[in-house]
């Protein structure tokens, strides 16, 4: 059975950084996605990032290129969202989400995984 579980996560004034993680578990093989997505209060759920755990290869949403950084760590299992530069509009629930699927811009678009995570609040404020 999938086990999506993400942490990390909180507040932090605008310009600041933090970190959220993710790790996936359950998958047979390493041929998967990690997936980073948002959703604003009133907002649809809006795609981050994502990366395929096999190879590293990732993907950005336009709104964070640039300040956001998707990355693996093989010591821990985990895959980490670096956010910096965080603005005002970055305030979201934050999930993560999993599948047997690659890494690309049309899943950041389509969302089409299936397994989630609970989600983490991230509040940028001053």
């Known amino acids: 059975q999938v086990q999506v579980v993400e942490s990390g996560g909180g507040w932090v004034q605008p310009g600041g950084s933090l970190n959220l993680s993710c790790a996936a578990s359950g998958f047979t093989s390493e041929n998967y996605a990690i997936g980073w997505f948002r959703q604003a209060p009133g907002k649809a759920r809006e795609g981050v990032s994502c990366?395929?755990?096999?190879?590293?290869?990732?993907a950005y949403g336009d709104i964070v290129k640039g300040r956001f950084t998707i990355f693996k760590d093989n010591a821990t299992n985990r895959v980490y969202l670096q956010m910096n530069s965080l603005e005002l509009e970055d305030t979201a629930v934050y999930y993560c989400?999993?599948?047997?699927?690659?890494?690309?811009?049309?899943?950041?678009?389509?969302?089409?995984?299936?397994?989630w995570g609970q989600g983490t609040q991230v509040t940028v404020a001053s």
């Open positions: 989400a999993a599948d047997e699927v690659p890494c690309s811009s049309v899943l950041l678009r389509l969302k089409i995984l299936d397994y």
């Open positions: 990366i395929s755990y096999s190879d590293g290869s990732a």
